[in-house]
């Protein structure tokens, strides 16, 4: 596990650009034209209008997600997606030692580094992050994955190590855990920008496929732009130069994140929120919350929804959360009715 430093801008720092590869990837080349050599956050983003003017450091984490081939046994090293975002998480405190703890975060994930990050529960300086293909429900068929050509190992087969299978099979339970508590990272103010790919990748078996299809690469949550990409899975995350529109979009959707974050007028985290909150047992909490109270709030009310509604409750929850009225006031009450209406119709009594 690595976190090295791409490029700093000058004194100050404003932002830090944190790069979460995909599975054979590298902590360098993955982020590098194989054409010109450029690596877009170094050469080409810090001259980005889209930036107005902030400095950024460009950290990018590397981790064993290497393949062998197919022939041999399956790699050695058995990390977990948690273990791999536990070291995220330490190798991101380490590098921010001594250095403001507000600075605001934004991550650019691709593919399975797009599940450590949301595993990570990542910091609370973070402001948003941008998922490359990032299969949000899993692997359908993760005999893909080893078929699908890459940079590393171009069309060799390979394997991959069996925790990582495991870790990624579609509606797996880590997965399935991972959207779940995502869902209240993600309401904690965080902008989310979900990048699907549309040119299909060369099989080594023969043929071509997309590997993460576009719904697939959707967290689905009130606070996520999405868009596509016009770009085979692997080629995403590189650009030959400032004309390129795969840097176009990435310089584009940082400095929308940026120009929302500075002007006030992205999603609120919670902890900013100070009123009257009355819960779905009728409890009266009166404001300011700390944030611990709004996480504790969250985790009690949502310890059981479905993916495909979360975003319901929590735009509902928010609502409540929001609500300035007392507790007696007919339009308080009314709302407090509504949430729990749209609660039990979903099959939660």
């Known amino acids: 596990m690595v976190m090295n430093t791409v490029y700093t801008g000058s004194t ?39 930036i107005n003017q902030e400095s950024f450091r460009v950290l990018s984490f590397g981790y064993n997600g290497n393949a062998t081939v197919a022939i041999r046994p399956a790699p050695p090293g058995r990390n977990t997606v948690d273990e791999n975002a536990s070291d995220l ?26 599940l450590m990050v949301k595993a990570a529960s990542i910091s609370q300086a973070a402001i948003g992050v941008i998922f490359l293909a990032t299969p949000h429900s899993g692997a359908g068929n993760f005999n893909m994955w080893e078929d699908i050509e890459t940079p590393a190992t171009g069309l060799t087969p390979k394997r991959y190590n069996v925790q990582v299978a495991a870790d990624m099979r579609w509606g797996s339970s ?17 902008q989310i920008v979900s990048i699907s790919e549309t040119l299909p990748s060369r099989a080594i078996s023969g043929g071509t496929f997309i590997l993460v299809s576009a719904i697939n690469s959707r967290v689905n949550h009130v606070n996520e732009t999405t868009r596509s990409l016009a770009a085979k899975h692997y080629d995403m995350t590189v650009a030959d130069n400032r004309d390129d529109p795969r840097f176009l979009s990435l310089a584009g ?41 709004l ?15 979360a975003v319901y409750y929590n735009e509902q929850f928010i609502q409540l959360l929001s609500a300035t009225k007392g507790v007696n006031d007919p339009e308080a009450l009314k709302e407090r009715e509504n949430w729990k209406t749209l609660r039990t119709y979903q099959g939660y009594k």
């Open 12 to 50: 100050p720092v404003t932002v830090d650009l944190v790069l979460v590869h995909e599975l054979s990837g590298d902590v360098v080349d993955s982020w590098k034209s194989p054409v010109t050599g450029v690596v877009w956050a170094k050469h080409l983003l810090p001259l980005s209008p889209d």
């Open 89 to 114: 998480l330490s190798e991101l405190h380490s590098a921010r030692q001594g250095q403001p703890t507000d600075r605001p975060i934004i991550f650019v994930a691709h593919g399975y580094g797009g």
């Open 174 to 190: 880590t997965v399935s855990r991972i959207a779940r508590d995502f869902i209240d990272v993600a309401s904690g103010g965080l």
């Open 253 to 293: 959707e940082i400095g929308r994140i940026l120009k929302t974050f500075r002007d006030g007028t992205g999603p609120k985290k919670p902890d900013t929120i100070t009123p009257e909150v009355v819960t779905p047992d009728g409890t009266v909490q009166p404001g300011p919350l700390t944030a611990d109270q």
């Open 295 to 309: 996480r504790t709030l969250y985790q009690a009310a949502f310890r059981r929804w479905d993916l495909g509604t």
